[in-house]
């Protein structure tokens, strides 16, 4: 794929967030891409993708994504996000706090015939819990 | 900066880190770099940056960094690391804790004339606390 058929693939994921558009996300992935990440764990298969990426448009219907520039080389890509928004749905079975969170997050993605095939995603998952008050922590002395 | 000379000052350091060889470690960076954790917050100047990273391996002497391959696109690039490691010396003016971790962190990184001018550090840094036993946390009932 060419760099710049990689980067239209972002950006049509990027639509899909900003878009609450599940169905528009999903065809972003290919049928047996895996996704690796802190709050959904591994998931296998875009229909599985699609599940997840719906709990987190519940959760936080507001949710806003603000991407910079890709790094891409070759087949991979990573991009780093500023997520934010608040917690006005579900979220692992916990009712909404009504709080708001904002977190850098970074996906790594490899792309194979213009789809995704395998994503990793990084970011602060226990500062997201305590920011929108799932968690608490308090220093341990 | 070409690929090559991206990937060999990657590579040059990391293996100063690994080697806790802070003279070359300190060589990658230009002299009003630019570093951004969520541990050591917003570091400016090469010996800052040295500093904070010896801080960080003397509070994990046995730290152990496993890279991903790099992705590389111009004049930046993103590490994905492995890191694991034991407290064993003090964090935060905390002491010591004795616990083991294990947690990615993603490096972005922009270069400038061979030398890294920004770096960025990504993680679980609410989840690295917890696991070392600095912070408690506990779901809010």
Do not use: C
Not at chain 1, 115 to 140: H, M, N
């Amino acid at each position: 794929m060419t760099r710049e058929a990689i980067q239209a693939l972002l950006d049509r994921r990027r639509s899909a967030v900003l878009g609450r558009d599940t169905e528009a996300f999903g065809a972003v992935y290919a049928e047996s891409a895996q996704v690796e990440s802190p709050l959904a764990g591994h998931l296998t298969g875009r229909e599985a993708i699609m599940r997840a990426q719906d709990a987190v448009f519940n959760a936080f219907p507001d949710a806003a994504i603000v991407e910079d520039v890709a790094l891409i080389d070759g087949e991979r890509a990573a991009v780093i996000a500023d997520f934010s928004g608040t917690q006005t749905g579900e979220i692992l079975g916990l009712p909404p706090t009504g709080r708001a969170f904002r977190i850098p997050v970074v996906y790594l993605s490899v792309v194979r015939d213009n789809q995704i095939v395998s994503e990793r995603r990084i970011y602060d998952f226990t500062g997201l819990l305590v920011q929108i008050g799932v968690l608490k922590a308090k220093p341990a002395s | 900066m070409n690929r090559e000379g991206m990937a060999a000052l990657l590579v040059q350091r990391q293996d100063a880190m690994s080697r806790r060889d802070w003279a070359r470690f300190r060589e990658t960076y230009a002299e009003s770099a630019r570093v951004e954790s969520p541990l050591a917050g917003q570091v400016t100047g090469r010996d800052a940056i040295v500093r904070a990273s010896e801080a960080f391996f003397t509070a994990f002497p046995d730290a152990v960094l496993t890279n991903d391959p790099p992705v590389i696109d111009g004049d930046r690039a993103t590490i994905v690391s492995e890191v694991v490691g034991t407290h064993v010396g003090e964090i935060l003016g905390l002491p010591a804790t004795g616990r083991a971790f294990r947690m990615p962190i993603v490096f972005v990184i922009v270069v400038e004339n061979n030398l890294i001018v920004h770096e960025r550090r990504i993680y679980d840094f609410t989840g690295l606390l917890v696991q070392i036993g600095v912070l408690r946390a506990k779901p809010v009932s």
